[in-house]
């Protein structure tokens, strides 16, 4: 319930960070915090317009897709409090509630018969793929580290003691961080600011949806990002006290979404080839930390 | 040999070219004139006789700077041997050839439409009906971009066809933005009419087709430009090139998503400008060049501005370009992307930054110079790997010497004088040829007067008409999504090509 809550009150601000960011970088004064949110709104207000090539396929996705980030974020415990659904191996669970919002996003973008639109969706399926080990593997040796397989019970059981311990954590942030960014189609996999259809990733999917389904999935993925953010929040939170807890929680997303506005100022995006050998490295990341957790339990002898 | 050499906004009359039958003229210009590097056309273009059409065709020679001028007279719907068989760079010319007057040509490699006139020969052809490249594969997939530009620049349609993410073949399709710019010089009577005309022809290099007009038009009507005017139209023109290719630079930043390039480069672009909004109230230069007097003559308090204009300018630009050129995400968008090599651009006979590029040395101010371009004796800045770095570079490197040259123009600004004599008439049946290099490169202005000094034919040449198919061969084999950067990177113009 706490975690919930608390999800829902960074995803209000987060992306309004990473905008004011960048246009402080780039000596803007840039909008409000809040711009992003009054654009939802604004969204939610309208009507959608629907082609006539598409089918309901094309309509009833926006909602899957959100539902399903909704239901994922249901799983994020917060600290020593379980969130609404926590079971054993909820984690698996966690991955692929996501993974079906995913896949109804898009078979709808390939439901507009729209040339880009197929190019984006085969784009973030394989992107998406390429991301899945290393949150598996990262996630596999957080439970074998601590007997536990559910969020909570991982997160509420870490305990960070020796020195690899704390380079393990480091490594997960940075793990944890760089699936947000693919997940979210944010630089340097995507550019959620072009204009130019064939280099888009996400935005090219989106392009048919308008008025409320639109808002729909902007606020996903407002959603989606302080999800991540929660996730990483908790690898430090612990079993500390929640008057601790709060406030290591709303600085974790503070500085996410500066550490992205400042990558997304400083840095060009990289060649589309290159971004699946890049996120494919990230299992390989993931493949350390559970080398690590190997020595920290002495299997290594 | 049977042809006539003249040097750059040089008038003879109209006789003196000397006429010859086809096969001669297909062997002169074919094989006998471009057999180097350093030659290339320069316009080739047909104009109408009663009953008949004047094949008129300009052999640039970088080394001697001359213009070799031959013609020869050909009847519609004769079918001929076409040039571009034996040499690429004839393609876009025969086609438009084609397209005005129906010449038909047996062996032409891509016999198609280029924009699509009014005055078309084909009343019926219509944009809607091009005739595109198509593959029938099951595994490749076509991808088709515009006419609608995803940043609402101007309309062109840009036709994939795709292996997945690899692009195998681009076709460019223009046309929409066709005025009739051509038939309007001859059709206005009144040299202002005529001015504003050039300085629309493209948005961004108004300065280039200006003084490619002004040139023209003073030359036809045998009058001497004096230092000032001459002054004022080099500044102009390097003014131009540093705020465009700063402009290039924002864009090229923008499309690799490098927001610290993006928003600096745009930054730096405006001042320069407003510079041309203080000098002659316009910021694209509209109205400051004007044939046989200046309107804004350039005042001390003006160098002043300038100065402090470019001293700012260039301590920033130093700064950013520092960040891009040493930042490796960009360069790794950069390097290796959208290349052409020496040879493909001497075979699409590409001219300007796109020749430069690729180690082909072709620049107007150092091979046919005018105005005060004869007092720099200007080297042209050359790269050799042909990709969008070395565009990049270039640019950097334009920028810093046209930098240095207005510098050194500041330092002696000749005395406006008040004294001028009027302008004369246009001499009867006279040829004018004009050559400028904008920034984009070389600007191509032709005219033929009447037996009354009349104009009777108006040709123009953006430097865009040779460029744009080395665009579609430059994205061969690169991935699609590399297409925006690549296109950045070339910069041509759509409305310059369409006329």
Known sequence: MLSFLLIVLASLFFTGIIIRTKSITSGRKGPGIFQPMKDVIRLFKKGAVYSKTTSIIFQVAPSIYFASIIMAICIIPFGQYKGFISFEGDFVFFAYVLGAGKFFSIISALDTGSSFE??????????????EPAFFILMGSLALLTGHTSFHEIFASLHFGSYISYILGVLATFVFVMIALVENSRMPFD????HLELTMVHEVMILDNSGFDLGMILYGSYLKFAMYGAIIA?????????????PIFICTQFLFAITIGLLESFTARFRMNHNAQYILALSSVSLLIFLGVLLMLGQLN | MNYISVRNNQTIPLSSIPEMDYPAFFELNVFTLLKSNTSHCVNYFGSPQPGQIRLTCCIGDDDLGLIHLSSCVV???QVLPSFSKHHLAYEKFERELHENFGIAYADHPWLKPVRFPFNAFDKNSSIAG??????????LHEVGVGPIHAGIIEPGHFRFICNGEQILHLEIQLGYQHRGIEALFVEKKKLLQRITLAESISGDAVAGHTVAFVNLWESLCGFQADKHLQWSRTLALELERIAICTGGLSGMCTDVAYQLGSAVFGRLRTPIINFFQTWCGNRLAKGLIRAGKTNFPFTPALKAGLNNVLNDFEKDFEEICEELFSLSSALARFEKTGVITQQLATTLGTVGMCARMSGVSRDIRSSHPHDLYWAFDHQPI???????????QIRKEEIRKSIRYIRKLLEEIPAERNDRSSLSSPGAGSFTISLVEGWRGEICHCAITGDNGELIYYKIKDPSFHNWL???????????????????SFDLSYCGHDL
């Open chain 1, 118 to 131: 197929g190019m984006g969706a085969s784009r973030e399926a394989l992107f998406s793929m390429f991301a």
């Open chain 1, 191 to 194: 550019d959620p600011n072009t």
């Open chain 1, 234 to 246: 908790n690898l430090f939170i612990g079993i500390a006290p929640l008057y601790l807890a709060i």
């Open chain 2, 75 to 77: 009847t519609a719907q």
């Open chain 2, 130 to 139: 091009y005739p595109f490249f198509k593959i029938d594969s099951e595994e």
């Open chain 2, 382 to 392: 050359i790269k050799h790997h042909g990709d969008v770095y070395s565009r990049a």
């Open chain 2, 470 to 488: 080395a665009l579609a061969m430059a994205v061969r084999n690169n991935e699609i999504s590399d297409f925006p950067i690549s296109n950045k």
